[in-house]
């Protein structure tokens, strides 16, 4: 009888002792690696390629460089400056800042950048004389409806342009050769556009590029790297 006891503590204790030994076995600190120097470039390589990799990924389908080319977003935007648009997910809204490019235009071939000021269905009045511009859904209102209804867009962008103009300049665009008549409805999927710069901009005013079509546009301004800027 004892001796199938001391048979059977042997056992548990051999058991124990298994246990315990793949137990440190499996938290136990493996001794570490010595990499070679190749295996080091190796991995440095690979590092890289992989980093190049997710910037290529980014800038082509997540965001993407652009530079403002001429002055009609001063001074928001200054010529040269370099931005960062994406057209991601994206559904241009009134206030954006946007860059598109339209096909076989005589204006242009290079993206251009402009504010949306109205969406497809909107409709847009302006009052040249007094730089107020009108965006609102009910395209029965008559002008005299409009100046008593409607607030005329919040547009402070737009102060430091008019601090350096006289104070009886209109607002280009007004009775001249190639514009619209006003109000204007806009199309279903077309943008209203117009640069901060009022009086050095050819945008949707003029007829010569007039509502962008949303399917020409490249992204939003997401930001300016320098000075680096977020708010528009």
Known sequence: MDSNNNMD??????????AQTEKKGLFSKKPKEKKTPVREVFDWVEIIALSLAFVLLTFSY?????RVDGSSMRETFHHGESIVISNLF???????????QVPNSPLT????IKRVIAVGGQTVYIDFDN???YVYDDASLTVDQVLATVHPLDEPYIEAMRGTMDSHTVMNGKNSYGGYTYPLTIEKDKLFCMGDN???????RWTILGPVDERYVLGKVLFRIYPLTFNF
């Open 198 to 204: 009022r009086n050095g901009s050819t945008d949707s």
């Open 9 to 18: 503590n042997n056992i548990e204790n051999e058991i124990e002792e298994t």
């Open 109 to 112: 071939t290079e993206p251009i």
């Open 131 to 133: 730089w107020k511009v």
């Open 90 to 100: 994206y559904t241009p809204k009134q206030g954006d800042v946007i860059v598109f």
């Open 62 to 66: 997540i965001a993407r460089q652009a």
